[in-house]
């Protein structure tokens, strides 16, 4: 056992947090929350707090990145050096380019990037506080900035993970339970085809584990698109 690892993540069936297994922390998003960004979305999940800010589509620098029959969609990933307790060193590391790798890959498929061909479409994500799942709630905080930056799109993407901790599968990894546990799994979807746009796993699942878990993340993912519609409703009205 890890040093300072819980004796039970479980306990009466509820988590070290309160929760059940199978339920995510409390979520809340609002869109247009920069004005001077094309588009912006705020999440707040659990402890994670981002900020996504979506400019174009726009003039691609340097020109030799642009595509002649698309916009080029880049994400910059970027934990801010106060969103964790032991200080992170600013600037880009390899962690931040493989997020802001597989967010552009799983944003990639429902924008409609064909009309803007030799654009850039930049989305800037910003954690300004972490506490596990910070992909998660990046993925969602930039698809709500690129819909409200009125860039037509397919549908939204939620993300959502879970894992294993203490032997047992659980929805949306809390700090102690990401640092301590087994397995991770993160998903991102779109919900209107049901396709995966974003499937990770860190650590080892059985092949019932794994099925459980792929559902537990999938009905997460399902939870946090009702709170992305929502957070564009507040803002634009009633969608029909």
């Excluded at 003039?59 to 934990?79: G, S």
């Excluded at 203490?166 to 809390?174: F, H, P, S, T, W």
């Excluded at 794994?210 to 957070?231: H, I, L, N, R, S």
């Amino acid at each position: 056992m890890k040093v300072g690892t819980p004796e039970k993540f479980i306990v009466k069936g509820k988590r070290l947090d309160g929760r059940a297994p199978d339920e995510i922390r409390p979520i809340k998003i609002e869109a247009g929350v920069l004005k001077r960004a094309d588009g912006s979305a705020r999440v707040e999940w659990g402890g994670n707090i981002a900020v996504a800010a979506c400019y174009g589509p726009r003039e691609v620098h340097p020109r030799h990145m642009a595509k002649p029959d698309k916009a080029v969609l880049r994400i910059n990933y970027n934990m801010a050096p106060f969103s964790v307790s032991d200080r992170k060193r600013p600037g880009t590391d390899r962690r931040s380019m493989e997020i802001s790798k597989v967010t552009s890959e799983a944003l990639e498929p429902v924008v409609f990037t064909h009309l803007y061909p030799n654009t850039a479409i930049d989305v800037f994500v910003e954690i300004l506080n972490a506490a596990a799942g910070t992909r998660c709630t990046g993925i969602t905080a930039a698809s709500v900035a690129i819909a409200d930056a009125g860039i037509p799109m397919k549908d939204l993407v939620p993300a959502c993970a879970a894992g294993k901790v203490g032997g047992e599968i659980v929805v949306d990894l809390c700090d102690i339970e990401d640092n301590f546990g087994e397995a991770d799994l993160p998903m991102a979807i779109i919900p209107r085809t049901g396709d995966i746009s974003l499937l990770q796993m860190d650590g080892n699942f059985t092949p019932s584990e794994f099925k459980k878990a792929f559902e537990m993340a999938k009905t997460g993912c399902e939870q946090v698109y009702k709170v992305q519609m929502d957070a564009l409703r507040n803002k634009y009205g009633k969608m029909e």
